[in-house]
């Protein structure tokens, strides 16, 4: 997955979540409000040693940064490797752009390390 086609959100769009995000994140939080409003994205899991999963995230898009966001994985294609969070949308985003900065940095379409203990309920 490729962030580039992703169209940035207007600065109306980002100003409602701007309470909600801090320092140098808000560089991404266009991109970030973009790829929250298209409701899924295709990544892969970094297993080290080993070969990387993919999986795809859906949710569902709310209108308003403390309305609740559900977010379903599905790992390697398997229904049995399903998993699902559920979050204010504030939260999720900074999600999405922990993950625009990995792909900026690393090349790599996963998820932090934080996301998945909230989706794995490890918290």
């Known amino acids: 997955m490729s962030f580039e086609p992703l169209q940035p959100a207007t600065q109306q769009q980002a100003k409602v979540y701007l309470p909600y995000v801090q320092g140098n994140k808000r560089n991404f939080l266009p991109c970030a409000i973009s790829l ?22 859906t949710w569902n898009v709310a209108t308003l940064p403390s309305d609740l966001t559900r977010c379903r994985m599905q790992f390697d294609g398997n229904a049995e490797l ?7 949308s504030f939260e999720f985003i900074n999600f999405l752009i922990e993950l625009i900065e990995n792909y900026e940095r690393y090349r790599v379409t996963d998820f932090s390390q934080v996301f998945y203990r909230k989706l794995l309920r490890l918290e």
């Open 36 to 57: 929250y409003q298209k409701g899924i994205f295709e990544g892969y899991r970094k297993i080290e040693g080993s070969d990387n999963i993919p999986f795809v995230a």
């Open 82 to 88: 399903s998993y699902e969070v559920m979050m204010a």
